[in-house]
């Protein structure tokens, strides 16, 4: 019984973590949203180049991120699954960014997302982080019109 209850709370403490996520990206608060990163991580994301090696390096994709929005920054975590392992875990889910970009342009774009977790020093860090959306092979487009 102490197994399953240490492996609850901790896909609680990954739980507050990425409510805590969720309200940086709201607030656009970059010091925020990079605690909850590794030094060390490594990032697929949506956007070039392939990879981001190193909490700096995506950094500054967060940073485009906040200064491509007008006000706040909308994001919703759907489906999430967390799964620990003693001192790893991981989590997927389909996620929802939205907002008024600078252009007043409004967006809502969902994303796939996974996240590699490891307790680092008695913290939960994601160590690897991937992005992606569906793509239409035969065009070599993304599809982003697509809802879960």
């Given at each position: 019984m102490a197994?399953?209850?240490?492996?609850?709370?901790?896909?609680?403490?990954?739980q507050g973590l990425l409510d805590d996520c969720i309200r940086s990206l709201h607030d656009k608060n970059i010091e925020g949203l990079m605690s909850i990163y590794?030094?060390?991580?490594?990032?697929f994301d949506i956007?070039?180049?392939?990879?981001?090696?190193?909490?700096?390096?995506?950094?500054?994709?967060?940073?485009?991120?906040?200064?491509?929005?007008?006000?706040p920054i909308d994001y919703e975590f759907h489906d999430?699954?967390?799964?620990?392992?003693?001192?790893?875990?991981?989590?997927?889910?389909l996620n929802r960014i939205s907002g008024t970009r600078t252009n007043g342009q409004k967006t809502a774009l969902w994303l796939r997302w996974t996240a590699c977790f490891?307790?680092?020093?008695?913290?939960?860090?994601?160590?690897?982080?991937?992005?992606?959306?569906?793509?239409d092979l035969e065009h070599g487009k993304a599809v982003l019109s697509l809802k879960p």
């Open positions: 197994v399953e209850e240490n492996k609850k709370n901790e896909e609680a403490a990954i590794a030094q060390e991580v490594v990032s956007v070039p180049p392939l990879q981001y090696i190193g909490a700096d390096a995506f950094r500054k994709v967060w940073e485009e991120v906040f200064s491509s929005f007008q006000g999430l699954n967390i799964t620990v392992g003693g001192d790893v875990a991981f989590t997927y889910s490891r307790k680092i020093n008695g913290k939960w860090l994601i160590v690897h982080h991937q992005n992606s959306v569906p793509v």
